[in-house]
């Protein structure tokens, strides 16, 4: 009976999406794409006359549409024609903080179904006068903010995208550009795919690609990424969230930060992800940060395919323990496969837009790194057909961390500071770092240097378990037994 | 005898509170006569509202918005040469007890708008607007023209509207529900599609000065008002309301 019901219903449901499922333009509304009208409110009321009405796509036609806030609702798509441009208003007052997420954006969607943001057009947060025209607020004291790094905190600033608890959402084809904070957050969502999208956006501080936090069954795939932080970029800011069941293929990103990053937030956990096909260039941190520093896991993940061009660190696994508040934080069952790495000597996003800051130095070229904690290991991690290219050249005049034990262990654990690949400064490796880690499998790995370093390829510390098979070389020459492992067991090298 | 005394500086000192001025600019509101300038507007009531009350000033320009609330011990003055001009877009007026408003109280008390500046509903634009929506059957049938209001006032007490010039309404230029001690005094009222005071259950009202251009219906009164006082009003033909 309930079964009938049911069929009933997805049959009614489908005659009246069918039916009401109506095409709109932007015109038809008053809306105006002349770059200077305020469009707020009459997109608003196209967006609720068509939810009202069952659902629809309203179109915007080619222009210039400035808007503030606006809410995206149920069975409603925006579909931008090229050559339409959705633009940020410059006027911090336009926007509304949401106050079921705290956060300023300029398309919200909160608890909506059915949802798509699609087309070749482009939306423009227009966010570098918007921040500054923040800040001056806070300066005139019209606004209270604490300036933190002489900006307003994120949540203070608008995205490009928030959606929070949604169903069903559609990102496909469009272009998103330089908002004022984050550019696109996808909270606690269920069933999201994003394809072919193009992102770029170095116009401010804290300019993620796209932000995942807490989300299940998501596809990001044949996109692009251009921008100031972290581009594509998982989080868990629930302990009780877990962002799962996540394709990651066919993308290019382009970071002053990280260009694939689980965290920094890692509250609850990540797992059954699959990365594959992923090109990353000029990217001033790691092609690859998993980072559980809040509590959270990070299990079963499959990384299968990376092209990792001048960029300045090629993995950094890290477990932390920041905010845990008691909870255990926990790594396991990692592959990374398939990988051609090219690690420049100079800066690697030099003379882009908000490029990454210089610190944790002195230190030489950082290497790819997998450093637990004593009491939290990183579990199972292989690593298979991996070429690295360093440039090596590590003087220790410059800086130095040795061999011996006390060097070793002198390296500080920091289980609360903000995981980075360089925050422990000098490494006693160029290639691979290893610390406080179970069965650490290294299959047909390639480290080549073209400069001498003062240190070995790989150095292991507190690992208890592995197979590895690897070659070192500077330039042609193999490196023989380019190696050191400290205070660990089971470790077998061919 | 200390506590009068701390009593009285308290009063003093919130009478200089509630005296505070803010020039629009500071909240970014630009007189271009394109910017829209609504989210710096409400932003400014909210903030000044919050201090305690004062004056938002409006100096020479064009100020285009959409519908805004005005709060509590907030005043508005328009300085000679400024204009507020209403959005030509029907959604962009906010929707309050079926009405579409321009600028909206409701619930407050002490609220002034006054100067010598306009307020100006471009009713001919809006008209259009309304029109084409009507046709492409996009806003619902229940809307009438008549349903604007340049000013509405709703459970609202205490409100002066003075000095001004109010033009090109559509619907209502005035319209209060609810109120009381009503003060609209030396109007220059021009604004051919629309009725200029429209009263409904209102106490003390006084209306003073008024000198009516061009208007549908000088004063519509429904309900019950009371003490609706009338001193120099004057229609163009020179005739008293």
Not at chain 1, 261 to 277: L, P
Request: net charge neutral; proline share 3%.
């Amino acid at each position: 009976m309930n079964l009938l019901r049911t069929l009933f219903l997805l049959f009614l449901s489908f005659v009246y999406g069918a039916v009401s499922a109506q095409d709109y333009k932007v015109s038809d509304f008053g809306i105006n794409g002349d770059g200077r009208v305020l469009n707020t409110r009459s997109i608003q009321a196209a967006i609720d006359f068509l939810t009202n009405k069952g659902g629809g796509t309203l179109v915007f036609t080619p222009g210039n549409y400035v808007t503030g806030s606006i809410y995206l609702k149920s069975n409603v798509t925006l579909h931008l024609e090229e050559g339409a441009h959705l633009l940020g208003s410059n006027n911090p007052f336009d926007y509304v903080k949401d106050s079921v997420v705290n956060w300023q954006s300029m398309i919200f969607a909160i608890r909506q179904e059915n949802i798509g943001i699609v087309g070749k057009g482009t939306i423009n947060g227009r966010g570098f006068q918007t921040a500054v025209n923040a800040v001056e607020n806070v300066h005139k004291g019209i606004v209270q903010d604490e300036l933190k790094l002489d900006r307003l905190r994120e949540w203070n600033r608008p995205e490009n995208i928030y959606f929070r608890e949604c169903k069903n959402v559609l990102i496909k084809d469009i272009t998103l550009r330089d908002p004022a904070s984050w550019n696109q957050t996808y909270d606690q969502c269920d069933g999201l795919h994003v394809e072919g999208i193009y992102v770029d956006s170095k116009s401010y501080w804290n300019n993620d690609g796209i932000d995942v936090v807490d989300c299940k069954n998501v596809v990001i795939k044949n996109s692009f990424f251009d921008v100031a932080d972290d581009a594509i970029c998982f989080k868990s800011h629930d302990p009780n969230g877990v962002c799962e069941n996540v394709l990651v293929e066919n993308c290019t990103a382009r970071s002053s930060a990280s260009a694939l990053k689980f965290g920094t937030v890692s509250r609850g956990g990540f797992r059954n992800f699959v990365v594959r096909n992923l090109v990353v260039y000029d990217t001033y941190r790691s092609a690859i940060t998993f980072a559980a520093v809040d509590g959270g896991f990070v299990e079963n993940i499959l990384v299968d395919g990376v092209r990792s061009i001048n960029t300045g660190n090629v993995i950094f696994l890290r477990i932390g323990d920041r905010w845990s508040k008691g909870r255990k934080p926990s790594m396991k069952n990692v592959t990374i496969k398939n990988v051609y790495a090219e690690v420049p000597l100079n800066k690697p996003d030099l003379g882009y837009n908000y490029e990454g800051p210089i610190e944790d130095m002195p230190r030489n070229i950082s290497p790819a790194s997998i450093i637990g904690l004593p009491e939290y290991k990183i579990e199972n991690v292989n690593l298979e057909n991996i070429e690295f290219v360093y440039p090596g050249g590590g003087n220790p005049l410059f800086a130095h961390r040795g061999l011996d034990a006390q060097s070793l262990e002198g390296i500080p654990e920091m289980p609360a500071a903000y995981p980075e690949f360089s925050q422990f400064k000098e490494l006693p490796a160029w290639g691979l770092y290893i610390r406080h880690a179970k069965d650490i499998n290294l299959k047909n790995i390639k480290f080549t240097i073209q400069k001498e370093d003062y240190r070995p390829a790989i150095v292991a510390d507190d690992l208890q378990g592995g197979n590895w098979q690897f070659k070192a070389f500077l330039n042609d020459q193999a490196l023989e037994k380019s190696y050191h492992i400290h205070n660990s067991t089971n470790v077998n090298v061919k | 005898m200390k506590i009068y005394i701390s009593a009285f500086v308290f009063i003093l000192w919130s009478i200089q509170v509630s005296a505070q001025d803010f020039n629009a600019s500071l909240f970014g509101c630009k007189s271009d006569g394109v910017t829209n300038n609504v989210g710096s507007i409400q932003y400014a009531i909210d903030y000044i509202a919050k201090k305690g009350g004062g004056t938002l000033h409006f100096y020479v320009g064009r100020y285009v918005t959409s519908g805004f609330s005005l709060k509590s011990n907030v005043h508005i003055e328009l300085h000679e040469g400024a204009v507020l001009v209403g959005s030509s877009n029907i959604y962009d007026y906010q929707q309050i007890d079926g009405r579409y408003t321009l600028i909206s109280g409701v619930g407050q008390q002490n609220i002034q708008i006054k100067g010598l500046g306009v307020i100006d509903g471009q009713s001919k634009a809006l008209a259009l607007h309304v029109r084409s929506l009507k046709e492409k059957g996009l806003l619902s049938s229940e809307f009438a023209m008549d349903k604007v209001s340049q000013l509405y006032f709703s459970k609202t007490s205490n409100i002066a509207i003075e000095g001004i010039m109010q033009i090109n309404s559509l619907g209502a230029l005035n319209s209060f529900v609810d109120c009381q001690s009503i003060k609209l005094r030396k109007l220059e009222i021009n604004s051919p599609q629309s009725n200029a005071v429209v009263l409904l259950n209102s106490s003390q009202v006084n209306l003073s000065d008024l000198f009516f251009k061009s208007t549908k219906q000088a004063l519509v009164q429904e309900g019950t008002n009371s003490n609706v006082l009338k001193t120099n009003c004057l229609l163009a033909n020179g005739k008293s309301i």
